[in-house]
């Protein structure tokens, strides 16, 4: 409790353990959504153009990198969601050719035209967010507070047509519901959400805050209320958790989470089983 408290004393302690519960309750949100509409890996692609992104505003020196990752996050996003739709190209692969793609592409710059000259450092902090948290101000978190209200926001005001789209697309059209505007809705906010846990657990992890909460709760849980609530409150302990175990044992943020979240995952799958879920 010593430890603890004296960490807390500390600003960038208290910075990182909002951002991560604002990130954590969002993703979970959104990773219920995403696993029941089969497009869980989209967050590990839009991580991945997000990484080009950071990568292409280095080596033009943007000062302010948010004002143009999101950007072309959003708009890869919505190209996601209209490839995946289309005959010609399978959503997996839409996801993976650009994936693979941005990934390629941002490394292929960063060493081409280096800003730094810690490449690899600069690399593994912004794949695994080993350093992000530890440079958060107070701007970082007012900036992640707004959008994390947002998505909340977004999420409560439109939960029922969210409902709808999500479990039964084809019929929610039927009665009228404007299904295409949902799902880009629902791609931008993915978008939004997956800048902004860079930060915490990096591009190669953010699936992982976003997939296994959602899983978990699914192992014990039938109904989508009780689904959504466990998750966030699984995404929620799991950061904070994550983050004061990653400071006292000097281990990097994104991994201690994402490790804490399978943990987290194997304990509910077991209590599935015991239950006969």
């Excluded at 302690?13 to 519960?21: E, H, N, P, S, T």
């Excluded at 994936?99 to 690399?123: C, E, K, M, Q, W």
């Excluded at 995404?235 to 000097?250: M, N, P, R, Y």
Aim: hydrophobic share 60%; proline share 2%; glycine share 8%.
């Amino acid at each position: 409790m010593e430890k603890l408290s004296m960490l807390l004393s500390y600003p960038f302690v208290r910075y990182a353990l909002i951002v991560g519960i604002l990130v954590a309750l969002c993703s979970a949100l959104l990773g219920v959504i995403l696993v029941l509409k089969r497009f869980s890996f989209i967050g590990d692609g839009l991580s991945h153009v997000a990484f080009g992104a950071i990568a292409i505003a280095s080596v033009v020196r943007i000062t302010s990198n948010l004002l143009f990752v999101f950007p072309i996050t959003i708009l890869s996003a919505v190209l996601l969601l209209k490839t995946g739709q289309s005959k010609k190209i399978n959503g997996d692969a839409a996801i993976a050719m650009i994936s693979v793609g941005a990934l390629a592409v941002g490394y292929f710059l960063l060493t081409l035209r280096p800003s730094t000259t810690n490449i690899s450092g600069d690399v593994c902090n912004t794949l695994f967010g080993a350093q992000g948290l530890v440079t958060l101000e107070l701007k970082d978190v007012l900036i992640c507070l707004a959008l994390s209200l947002l998505v909340i926001g977004m999420f409560i005001l439109f939960y029922r047509k969210i409902f709808a789209v999500t479990f039964d697309e084809n019929f929610a059209k039927s009665t009228g519901l404007h299904t295409t505007a949902y799902n880009t809705m629902i791609a931008i906010v993915t978008a939004i959400v997956i800048v902004l846990a860079m930060d915490l657990v990096g591009s190669l992890l953010v699936s992982a805050l976003i997939i296994f909460p959602a899983l978990s709760s699914m192992r014990v849980f039938r109904s989508f209320r009780a689904v959504i609530l466990c998750s966030a409150t699984l995404a929620v302990v799991g950061s904070v958790a994550g983050i004061l175990l990653s400071i006292v044992w000097s281990t990097p943020p994104g991994a201690t989470i994402a490790v804490l979240d399978i943990v987290m995952f194997l304990g509910f799958a077991v209590a599935g089983k015991i239950m006969g879920r």
